[in-house]
């Protein structure tokens, strides 16, 4: 028997491990995948146990996602422009890190909302770590443009400084989450995008939106990386003004997928992946 895990901050749930053990138990493979709770003052150690040939890897989540990257072997080309490990992998007792968060974005934008985002104008709320993820895959994605919407614009700046460099046709700008600065952001987006926490159940947040809804058209998609509850504050104002919406389930699953693949070198269960976290959620189909 080996092991897999999803490391995280104790005082969070995790709904990886109802759908990675469905996806493990459906292929008959000899895996356990559990939760495992770590304090940052115990990540090293953490990461130390990983080198176990018992264990096979892990999955990472907020708070650890860009702290465990100095303390790995090897890091995928990819993980340098997110700036974040949400995967690792034990080869050997060596460690290498991926990110599969750019892949599980992508995959649920053109799969699940039918929206080829090359040659789209995005506007994204939220400056942190999500939302350079979602960047950097409209980037490798050719989006035509970006607009990062944020009540602290030094901190957008900062997102964007880093990632202008790789950035060869996505044009990249930042603007603070004024009344004025969302109309113009929207006016110009095919697309608006949620990567913030406010309206997730739990946060303190709930029943909030980032995006005025007035702002809304009926021609935009709207994504809402939250996924608990489903159906979301911005997500609501969304169908009421007709647009096309997408929740955050999708992406969770995903990228959980990938990490699977990675591990596993065997493609993913996803319908019986998605089914185990609705049931987990509390969402129906």
């Not at 999803?6 to 709904?15: A, F, H, L, R």
């Not at 089914?275 to 509390?282: E, K, S, T």
Request: proline residues 5%; charged residues 20%.
């Amino acid at each position: 028997m080996q092991y897999l895990g999803v490391i995280t901050d104790p005082e969070k749930q995790s709904t990886s491990p109802a759908f990675q053990q469905a996806a493990i138990d459906a292929l008959g493979l000899e895996l356990k995948y559990e939760r495992w709770p770590t304090a940052p003052d115990g990540l090293a150690t953490r990461i130390s146990g990983l080198r176990a040939p018992a264990v096979l890897g892990a999955n990472v989540t907020i708070p650890h996602k860009e702290s465990v990257m100095r303390l790995l072997d090897d890091l995928d080309p990819l993980v340098h422009r997110v700036g974040a490990v949400n995967t690792i992998l034990n080869r050997g007792g060596r460690l290498s890190g991926y990110n599969t968060d750019v892949e599980g974005f992508l995959r649920a934008l053109r799969e699940d909302a039918a929206f080829d985002p090359k040659g789209r104008r995005f506007a994204l709320a939220g400056a942190g770590g999500a939302a350079r993820a979602v960047v950097v895959a409209l980037m490798e994605a050719r989006a035509e443009s970006v607009t990062v919407v944020n009540r602290t614009l030094d901190r957008a700046e900062r997102l964007l400084a880093d990632l202008r460099p790789l950035a060869t046709v996505t044009a990249l700008s930042a603007v603070s989450d004024t009344a004025e600065d969302w109309v113009n952001a929207a006016s110009n987006a095919d697309a608006l995008v949620n990567c913030t926490s406010l309206g997730m159940a739990g946060s303190g947040h709930e029943g909030r939106s980032p995006v005025p809804a007035e702002l809304i058209r009926p021609d935009m998609l709207v994504y809402d990386l939250v996924y608990r509850p489903a159906d979301t504050r911005l997500l609501s104002d969304a169908k009421e003004r007709g647009a096309r919406t997408l929740g955050g389930l999708p992406m969770l699953v995903y990228q959980g997928a990938a990490s699977f693949k990675i591990w596993t070198v065997r493609d993913a269960p996803v319908d019986v992946m998605l089914a185990a976290a609705r049931v987990a959620l509390g969402v129906s189909a």
